[in-house]
């Protein structure tokens, strides 16, 4: 009599999983994104590549908030620009009576 073959069990959270990224890894994934133009290319490539799925999400992560500071960056340029330019051209005028 033949005995059949036991198939290994998959599940759901099994399916798909990505290898655990060594601490290592992270720091030269961080090393690679701090290089300013390099560090951008890398951030899309991981993001929307293949591969670790943490790694993917995490860039992914990392995309986003670069978008909302360089959104909230310009708006707080052009809140604070008439600001700016006020306080420094009261103090030019108070400059020339000081000298």
């Excluded at 399916?15 to 390099?38: H, K």
């Amino acid at each position: 009599m033949a005995t059949a073959r036991k198939q290994p069990r998959t599940t759901r959270s099994s399916v798909g999983q990505s290898s655990v990224v060594s601490t290592l890894g992270w720091l030269g994934y961080l090393i690679v994104t701090a290089i300013p133009i390099v560090g951008l290319v890398m951030c899309f490539v991981w993001a929307f590549g293949t591969g670790n799925l943490n790694r993917r999400n995490l860039f992914r992560a990392v995309l986003i908030l670069m978008a909302a500071s360089i959104v909230l960056g310009i708006l707080f340029g052009v809140v604070l620009a008439p600001l700016y330019q006020g306080i420094i051209k009261s103090y030019l005028n108070i400059l020339p009576g000081i000298m």
